[in-house]
C-alpha cells in the first residue's frame, strides 16, 4: 500500500503562484510514477503533470511554461510549483502515484491522495 497526503492548497489571485506538496509512505520503493491531477467543480479528473521514476516528465498542454513538477526521493515528496495561476486553474488538485507490487505475480495499482483545493480569483 502507498499512503499520500497533499499539502499548500489555498487562495490566491489571478497571475500569482501556490506550491503544492505530497509526501509518500508505506510501500515507496514500488512507486514508479508520481503526479498530480486536478478536477473541477462539474469536470472530470484531469492530468495535470507527472513525473516517472526516471525523472522524465509529461504535462498537460494548459499548464506547460507555468507550472512544475519536481520530485525528491530522499524524502519521497513531490511537489507542484504554480505560477502564473490562472482562474481556470481553480480546482482540487490530487496526488497520484502507480505503484507495482504483490507477490507472487506484482500488479500495477494506483494510489490518490485526499486532494486540496486550489482557488484562484480574478
Known amino acids: 500500500q502507498v499512503q499520500l497526503v497533499e499539502s499548500g492548497g489555498g487562495l490566491v489571485q489571478a497571475g500569482g503562484s501556490l506550491r503544492l506538496s505530497c509526501a509518500a509512505s508505506?510501500?515507496?520503493?514500488?512507486?514508479?510514477?508520481l503526479g498530480w491531477y486536478r478536477q473541477a467543480s462539474g469536470n472530470q479528473r484531469e492530468l495535470v503533470a507527472t513525473?516517472?521514476?526516471?525523472?522524465?516528465?509529461s504535462y498537460a498542454d494548459s499548464v506547460k511554461g507555468r507550472f512544475t513538477i519536481s520530485r525528491d526521493n530522499a524524502k519521497n515528496t513531490v511537489d507542484l510549483q504554480m505560477n502564473s495561476l490562472k482562474a481556470e486553474d481553480t480546482a482540487v488538485y490530487y496526488c497520484?502515484?502507480?505503484?507495482?507490487?504483490?507477490?507472487?505475480?506484482?500488479?500495477?495499482?494506483?494510489?490518490w491522495g485526499q486532494g486540496t483545493q486550489v482557488t484562484v480569483s480574478s
Open positions: 497520484n502515484a502507480k505503484a507495482k507490487y504483490g507477490y507472487p505475480i506484482p500488479r500495477e495499482y494506483e494510489h
Open positions: 508505506g510501500n515507496v520503493f514500488s512507486i514508479k510514477a
Open positions: 513525473m516517472s521514476s526516471g525523472d522524465s516528465t
